[in-house]
């Protein structure tokens, strides 16, 4: 199996840091931690990046709390310190990680959802239509999983000596008495957890060759033609997940597929697919709660929901829930068009980084302070000093540079002006 080393230069480079802030602040409620973070964004983002060029960060205790939807369940929360450094591995990792999963591993993987998994039982029901179902879950899995077997998984994967030893530092944040458990909450469990299992959709895959098998997180579907082979199909997995250190649920089912599959929230049958009892459910209680609601606060809430229910034969559903809103649900699947910064097509957006590498001079018209994603930016409306003023064609760029927003609000009276976008040691610029 091929190893991959020679990352970790990638991983802490100034640029990759820069991303990671970016999508751990996205993905971070409002809170002191997140406003102290952006009060201090350039020194925090020095100290990371600087902390994983040495090889030295070193990750937080972790905040635990309770959640009750659907099961009670012990969610681990990390500091938005450790956040930036765990999006800076994985961003990295994740291609090599997902390039040693099957095609029917879903789950956590972006394009890979619950909705690619149901289309493609859909898709394909009709060939095992009379054939028997197995369904297994895995007791416990995040909890269970052994952190000295998954080291080894890991290792069979990456053999760059500084990244094994942050992934193993983020193993072993949290450990019970028997050194087994991932944190449930926390960014790359969801990729070390689905990259430990992928060693037994291989084994299903290509040692006991079944075709139709599909895996999301520990919920394992497969389908065998008959009940003796759905019978050796279902010990032949459980020997294979025991001996990874896991332990199957005592509900592992063999049943006739006509019978129906419950599975990632949809209810399959070999001619149809309706939602799960309890979803339905749910949706019964909040719509019934938004009765009062005004338009946009129903749509708004139901949004999630809306999503499940066009991807299942749910037509009298939603006739049935709410029959005189049925117009609005239609309005949740309307492509909201991108802003057009200056009444700019969006293709004369360009990157600001290429206008830097093409070392173009350009003439700085107007710029408009905005706020993409709850960061705040500016845009630049443009011309290239080298075309014809007489008719010209404008172009924007959108940038977070405090450098060039602080500047632009100083040199506004100049413009408009010619100026080159320059790279600093740390920042961009114009000059």
């Known amino acids: 199996m091929k190893r991959f080393g020679n990352l970790w230069s990638e991983i802490s480079s100034r640029e990759n840091v820069e991303k990671a802030v970016c999508a751990a602040l996205v993905h971070q409620r409002e809170n002191a931690q997140k406003r102290k973070f952006l009060e201090n964004r350039e020194f925090y983002t020095d100290e990371i990046c600087n902390k994983l060029q040495n090889g030295t960060f070193e990750f937080s205790p972790l905040y635990e709390f309770k959640v009750y939807e659907p099961k009670e369940r012990i969610i681990h929360c990390p500091t938005l310190y450790d956040k930036v450094a765990h999006h800076a591995i994985m961003d990295v990792c994740k291609p090599y990680i997902i390039s040693k999963m099957t095609n029917d591993t879903y789950g956590s993987i972006k394009g890979r ?49 500084t990244l094994l030893k942050h992934l193993d530092k983020i193993i072993d944040r949290h450990e019970d008495s028997k050194g ?16 430990f299992l992928s060693e037994l959709d291989h084994f299903a895959k290509e040692q006991i060759h079944l075709k139709w098998y599909f895996r999301y997180m520990d919920d394992i579907v497969c389908f065998a033609k008959d009940k003796q082979s759905a019978h050796s ?37 070999p001619t149809h697919t309706l939602l799960r009892k309890r979803i339905k459910m749910n949706i019964k209680k909040k719509s019934n709660r938004l009765k009062n609601a005004d338009d946009d606060t129903w749509k708004m809430q139901m ?73 705040k930016k500016v845009v630049v409306k443009y011309i290239y000093a080298d075309e014809n003023c007489d008719n010209p064609t404008f172009h924007t760029f959108i940038t977070k540079s405090a450098v060039i927003m602080d500047r632009l609000s100083n040199d506004k009276e100049l413009m408009p002006f010619s100026a080159r976008i320059v790279k600093k040691k740390k920042y961009l610029a114009y000059e």
Not at 121 to 145: E, G, L
Not at 247 to 255: F, G
Not at 341 to 352: A, T
């Open 113 to 161: 959802g619950l909705q690619m998994c149901a289309n493609r039982i859909k898709t394909n029901r009709h060939k095992f239509a009379d054939w028997y179902y197995v369904q297994i879950d895995c007791k416990k899995f995040y909890q269970s999983i052994p952190h000295d077997k998954l080291k080894q998984t890991i290792r069979r994967v990456f053999k760059d000596k």
């Open 180 to 195: 087994r458990g991932l944190a449930i909450g926390v960014f790359p469990s969801q990729y070390l957890s689905n990259l």
């Open 233 to 269: 199909v279902l010990e032949t997995l459980s020997n294979k997940i025991e001996s990874l250190g896991l332990t199957v649920k005592e509900n592992a089912r063999i049943v006739p597929f006509r019978c129906g599959l419950d599975f990632i929230g949809y209810k399959f049958y």
């Open 303 to 375: 949004a999630s929901y809306y999503g499940w229910l066009k991807h299942c034969d749910g037509k009298n559903l939603l006739k049935t829930i709410k029959g005189d809103r049925m117009i609005e649900y239609k309005k949740l699947s309307e492509k909201r068009p991108r802003p057009s910064w200056f009444d700019v097509p969006k293709e004369q957006r360009e990157s600001i980084m290429a206008l830097c590498e093409s070392g173009r001079e350009i003439v700085f018209i107007d710029y408009m302070e905005v706020e993409i994603k709850k960061e």
